[in-house]
Antibody, heavy 123, light 111 residues
Framework: EVQLVESGGGLVQPGRSLRLSCAAS????????MHWVRQAPGKGLEWVSG????????GYADSVKGRFTISRDNAKNSLYLQMNSLRAEDTALYYC????????????????WGQGTLVTVSS | QSVLTQPPSASGTPGQRVTISCSGS????????VYWYQQLPGTAPKLLIY???QRPSGVPDRFSGSKSGTSASLAISGLRSEDEADYYC????????????FGGGTKLTVL
């Protein structure tokens, strides 16, 4: 059974940093691309970032480009999101999602999602 | 403002057939597959339809997807109370930023 467990969320002041983690199990982690998708309170889904199986291809939404960094450690079956220069508009539930394909491109799609970790940016 | 456009709400009575639309452009729906996700209250999204009209195992055949040009639709037949949820369409976008885009979501109410 695919399991994705996010952690690292919390309350942080504007301008500060936070690092999210996603522990994966139930599948061969290094066979698949991975993503972060967020959902602001009461709002819709927003794709944040994606990474291919070998970290060779990475993408970011314009709203986080230059501030967030996605990475993965295949030896630890873990996905990460380093979030710097946080803003109030980054407040959201952050989901880790597994892709169906190796590569972060149009050939794949998110097929499994974790339960999310809440990030609140406020002074 | 979401890249893909969905109606904010839809409703139907048990047993009815309802459809939810998703409108995009040539850079996303017009040239890539469409996906649909169901988000029950307080839970994570779940894949409902992939590659325009394919159902993952375990998804009832009451759910179906279609695509034409730069628009797509999700149809739910034999509506049940447990179908009350938020539904999101998604597609890859070939624009320079090259990323996934979602619709704003449609809240389905079963009356």
């Amino acid at each position: 059974e695919v399991q994705l467990v996010e952690s690292g969320g919390g309350l942080v002041q504007p301008g500060r940093s936070l690092r999210l983690s996603c522990a994966a199990s139930g599948f061969t982690f290094d066979d698949y691309a991975m993503h972060w998708v967020r959902q602001a309170p009461g709002k819709g889904l927003e794709w944040v970032s994606g990474i291919s199986w070998n970290s060779g291809s990475i993408g970011y939404a314009d709203s986080v480009k230059g501030r967030f960094t996605i990475s993965r450690d295949n030896a630890k079956n873990s996905l990460y999101l380093q979030m710097n220069s946080l803003r109030a508009e980054d407040t959201a539930l952050y989901y880790c999602a597994k892709d169906k394909a190796y590569y972060y491109d149009s050939s794949g799609y998110c097929d499994y999602w974790g339960q999310g970790t809440l990030v609140t940016v406020s002074s | 403002q979401s890249v893909l456009t969905q109606p904010p709400s839809a409703s139907g009575t048990p047993g009815q057939r309802v459809t939810i639309s998703c409108s995009g452009s040539s850079s996303n729906i017009g040239s890539n597959y469409v996906y649909w996700y169901q988000q029950l209250p307080g839970t994570a999204p779940k894949l409902l339809i992939y590659r325009n009209n394919q159902r993952p195992s375990g998804v009832p055949d009451r759910f179906s997807g279609s695509k034409s040009g730069t628009s797509a639709s999700l149809a739910i037949s034999g509506l049940r109370s447990e179908d009350e949820a938020d539904y999101y369409c998604a597609a890859w976008d070939d624009s320079l930023s090259g990323n996934w885009v979602f619709g704003g979501g449609t809240k389905l109410t079963v009356l």
